[in-house]
């Protein structure tokens, strides 16, 4: 909840977009976040950040139609998170990104605001023999959650709780 409360407080979105992919590879047991925004009027993903435990870098280049990735636009499409194993990410992802981002297993969040998809991270586990599991990609979809909201709302995100639950 700390980092949720730096990131509402940074005024500059580069910044914001920048913190939460970082959080990904920080927080969670993952060597690569990778941030898209998403239009579902165009279909097309485009490349924000990514970052690794030691840099964070440009993804600007990076323009795609999601509804030609298969597991992608799924995710997107059912507002779903998607693990898939080495087999299925070579199988299923453009060469040219496996081989240009050396793509082994991979996560696919999508982030939803108001029931719409406006992007999606990408994240590859530390260790590729290792699965993730449903577990840690809804502990991730749920800090992507809080993230996001707070670059829209001034107060930091708070949890929605019964007066009963309280």
């Known amino acids: 909840m700390k980092h949720v409360k730096k990131i509402s407080q940074q005024k500059d979105m580069a910044n914001k977009s920048q913190m939460i992919v970082k959080g990904c590879v920080d927080f969670f047991s993952f060597q690569r976040a990778s941030l898209f925004s998403y239009s579902c009027l165009t279909g097309m993903g485009e ?34 998170p998607i693990y898939l194993t080495i087999q299925h990410a070579k199988s299923s992802i453009p060469a040219k990104y496996v081989k240009r981002f050396s793509i082994s297993s991979l996560a696919i969040i999508p982030i939803i605001v108001n029931d719409l998809a406006i992007g ?3 994240v590859d586990p530390i260790h590729t023999n290792e699965p993730v599991t449903k577990n840690d990609l809804m ?23 019964s007066k009963r639950e309280v």
């Open 47 to 80: 490349g924000i950040c990514a970052c690794t435990s030691e840099d964070t870098f440009s993804l600007h280049n990076v323009r795609e139609n999601i509804h030609d990735i298969y597991p992608i636009h799924q995710a997107v499409i059912h507002n779903k």
């Open 120 to 122: 999606l991270v990408l």
């Open 139 to 161: 502990k991730l979809s749920h800090y992507l959650k809080l993230a996001v909201s707070s670059t829209f709302d001034s107060a930091p995100p708070t949890y929605l709780l």
